[in-house]
């Protein structure tokens, strides 16, 4: 356990909080040093969800795959940054829609992909010398309620 809890004190994912004797013991208690923390899920590649496995848009499964790409490549970004000690430029989008029935919900994701599609062919480019490809992840899912018991009725 000891190694476990140096190790992650090395890499700044805890630090000593307080430390005395007890009898023959040293007592070191342990803190977090942050709020929360995000695993990569190239820390357990055996579960590492692969989008290509998995490619249905209205899959829920798929959208944990391209979470978990997200995850992975945004913090392999961030790392690079860091090290280079540049700023990373990122966008992101985050909203709720609320839905009168399934029907809608269709049309809008109709209508949100077309949209779509109109943009990433009016601003895409091949040709461009020095161009950098980005990847853009929208997901559509309901809302997490306060009382999960209700979360799966539709």
């Known amino acids: 356990m000891n190694y476990h809890l140096r190790t992650l004190e090395i890499h700044g994912l805890g630090e000593l909080v307080r430390e005395h004797r007890r009898g023959n013991v040293t007592e070191r208690i342990m803190g977090a040093t942050a709020r929360s923390y995000v695993i990569s899920p190239a820390a357990l590649p055996a579960v590492d969800p692969d989008p290509a496995l998995a490619p249905n848009r ?3 499964r798929w959208i944990l795959a391209l979470a978990a790409r ?4 945004v913090g392999t970004l961030i ?3 860091g090290r280079a000690k540049q700023r990373l430029a990122t966008f992101a989008l985050d909203g709720e829609v609320t839905f009168a029935n399934a029907a809608d919900r269709a049309a809008f994701v109709a209508e949100l ?3 779509m599609a109109v943009l990433a062919e009016r601003y895409h480019s091949d040709t461009t ?3 950098r490809k980005h990847r853009i992840v929208l ?3 309901p809302s997490v309620r306060q009382n999960p018991a209700t979360e799966l009725k539709e």
Request: charged fraction near 10%.
């Open 58 to 60: 209205l899959s829920a």
């Open 70 to 73: 997200l995850v992975r490549d």
């Open 79 to 81: 790392t690079g940054a």
């Open 113 to 115: 992909s077309a949209t």
């Open 129 to 131: 010398a020095g161009g």
């Open 139 to 141: 997901a559509l899912h």
